[in-house]
């Protein structure tokens, strides 16, 4: 197009240009001096011009030809690999095929010549671009075949080998699991709303090769099950202990660290009026003082700078999504749960105080429904496997449905399918006969049909880990934890067993932070005194687990604010309203829970009961809180409160 319209210019040019010239021949008087009469005039230009015209049209057929036939050969140029690496005869040109460029007398002499250098150009544009294709479309080939790889013949690096037995590549919908469970995905309308900006949706997009990560082996047995469970009883955590920071023993170190917690304070008032200037500059200043390897409060003000720093810049939500989006391989979880596993009891005993009521409830029961609420990674479960294979009389038919919410990304269900794969290897290793149903969903939005309950089986439901994820009245009147509470009235359970960690946290900023400030500081305190601080996994726990939720706390708001615990004297009341009875303490499990403490663990540690509840801690602080319940008979609707 741009070539006709250049070509249509230089025509009306030229005959602009000799209309004039026949007009200023034509009147010699009106300031011209030619001599040459109208015709005469006429004449001298049409032979030129039109000369002129009939090369230029010609060449432009002859361009597009040129063109087209370079592009026709070069095509089949780079054809003909692709042919040969599938094993296949490259097919001949067709008999009317038309003359190459590079034939002698394909065109007439007058036309080669004009056009050869526009041809010479063309041919090296087009051998530019079909280069750069090639180079493009090799990267996408794969070297075999076939589009499975089996790892045992490549060469990896040994840590790869011990991550990686296979890699699959997928195309069009993922591959159903094989060993038969059920699972499912719901909520994915929420994880693709209009809520997510650009970076979200380029972070949530995930390769067409997936790599499958060792489901089991025995570092898992030997962190998970019970006969593992002493083997570090002694020497592991008197190692530990020799580490801890030398730190608070010094009165100036001391003063540092209250000085720290004041800047800290100081700058989340000046976020929260929103002084640019102010908040800056004690910012900096809590850069220089805070440290990632440091002592605790030195890491707590490190993650607490970003978050408010964050929050500063508006870019809460962008910086928290980024950061889950990262992803942490299993071998990573399980040895960052088994370095806090050897420092504190927090998960050993909420895992003991579980599973004993569970085995106490289901002693005589030859079918059992599991249904976790937050499964997590589902590390409590292998050891109530190994107890139920040993039970007098054989072990009882066992269904296990995990729920937890969506991951971020491509699979929002692949951690839930992990723990079931993980746990039929187990059942399969204990001949305990098994069956498991994932589901990956906002738990509000789950109702009773999904669950699949069924009349020959004891239902009993576990929550340990992730109520406070649920949203509450400050997010909806609607409350959503209302509604999941009313979900387990409707199941019926034998036992509802509740963990929770105990906390709150104000929906106004400067109040929030400070609780924050006071709760971490307890998490950092523990870690510092029991963990050595130059610890691998410490410092991928505290970035990529612990990291991530301050970030949410601190800076995120509205729908966006994820993490909203309560007090366990405020579950007590929500759960009475909802239409639970809370069922009193067995002392033997909690003889149990205290000899696990007792087991190595330092002496900060303690358990005390507060009427029902069995509450755990650190010096005298309470961070998490156990009880059981079940649903009142004689209510109907599950809701003893009008307003529930």
């Known amino acids: 197009m741009a070539l006709l319209t250049k070509k249509s210019l230089d025509y009306a040019q030229l005959k602009n240009n000799s209309n004039l010239l026949n007009v200023s021949n034509s009147n010699p008087k009106e300031g011209t001096c030619c001599n040459l009469n109208t015709h005469q005039s006429s004449e001298i230009i049409s032979d030129p011009l039109l000369d002129y015209i009939s090369r230029y049209l010609l060449e432009e057929d002859i361009d597009d030809n040129i063109i087209g036939y370079q592009e026709e050969a070069d095509l089949r140029e780079m054809e003909k690999p692709f042919y040969e690496v599938l094993g296949e005869k490259y097919p001949p040109a067709p008999k009317n095929q038309l003359l190459h460029l590079g034939q002698p007398n394909a065109y007439p002499k007058s036309t ?34 076939k589009l499975t790889f089996d790892f045992k013949e490549s060469k990896l690096s040994s840590r790869s080998e011990q991550r990686i037995h296979r890699m699959v590549v997928e195309f069009g919908q993922e591959k159903e699991a094989n060993f038969g469970f059920k699972f499912r995905s719901r909520g994915d309308e929420n994880l693709n709303n209009g809520d997510f900006d650009i970076s979200e949706s380029e972070n949530r997009k995930k390769p067409m090769i997936c790599y499958e990560e060792t489901i089991r082996d025995d570092m898992y047995d030997k962190v998970l099950l019970n006969h593992g469970e002493n083997y570090e009883k002694e020497e592991v955590i008197q190692e530990i202990v020799q580490c801890k920071a030398s730190s608070y023993g010094s009165k ?70 980024q950061l889950v989006a990262k992803r942490i391989t299993n071998s990573d979880i399980l040895r960052s749960y088994h370095l806090c596993i050897r420092a504190d009891p927090f998960h050993r005993v909420s895992n003991a105080f579980a599973n004993n009521n569970i085995l106490r409830e289901i002693k005589n029961s030859s079918r059992v429904h599991i249904v976790d609420l937050g499964i997590c990674f589902g590390f409590q479960w292998p050891p109530l496997i190994q107890s139920l294979a ?137 870690r510092d005194s029991l963990m050595p601080r130059d610890d691998e996994l410490r410092l991928l726990t505290e970035r990529e687990v612990i990291g991530p939720v301050l970030i949410n706390l601190i800076a995120c708001g509205g729908s966006d604010w994820l993490e909203r615990p309560e007090t366990y004297k405020r579950w007590q009341l929500r759960n009475e309203r909802a239409g639970f009875e809370q069922l009193p303490l067995d002392q033997e499990v909690v003889k149990e829970c205290r000899k696990k403490l007792k087991n190595g663990y330092d002496k900060r540690f303690f358990i005390e009961d507060d009427g029902n509840w069995m509450l755990q801690g650190w010096k005298g602080k309470v961070r998490y809180a156990f009880s059981t319940w079940k649903p009142k008979a004689e209510l109907e609707n599950g809701c003893a409160h009008k307003n529930c």
């Open 252 to 321: 100036e170190i001391q003063e540092k660290h209250v000085d720290l917690n004041t800047l800290l304070i100081h700058c989340s008032e000046a976020v929260s009026i929103n002084d640019q200037r102010l908040a800056e500059e004690l910012l900096m200043k809590i850069r220089q003082r805070s440290s990632r390897t440091g002592n605790g409060t030195q890491r707590l003000a490190c993650i607490l700078a970003d978050g408010l720093e964050a929050r500063l810049a508006g870019s809460g939500s962008e910086l928290y999504r």
């Open 112 to 145: 080669k010549n004009i056009s050869a250098q526009n041809s010479r150009i063309d041919e090296h544009l087009l051998a530019s671009e079909f280069q750069k294709g090639v180079e493009e479309g090799l990267k996408f080939l794969p070297s075999i075949h």
């Open 390 to 526: 040993s039970r007098q009389g054989g072990p009882p038919k066992l269904r296990i449905t995990g729920v937890d919410f969506p991951q971020r990304g491509f699979r929002p269900t692949n951690q839930v399918e992990d723990i079931g794969k993980r746990l039929e290897d187990y059942a399969r290793i204990f001949s305990v006969p098994f069956e498991y149903q994932g589901i990956a969903s906002e738990w509000e939005s789950i109702s009773i049909e999904d669950l699949n309950l069924r009349e020959d089986e004891v239902c009993i439901v576990n929550s340990t880990r992730r109520f406070s994820r649920v949203r509450d009245e400050s997010y909806n009147m609607d409350s959503p934890r209302n509604k999941v509470l009313k979900l387990i009235w409707q199941m019926k359970p034998l036992i509802f067993i509740q963990g929770i960690y105990s906390a709150t946290f104000s929906p106004f900023f400067t109040v929030r932070f400070r609780q924050i400030l006071s709760q971490c500081s307890t998490e950092f305190d523990i």
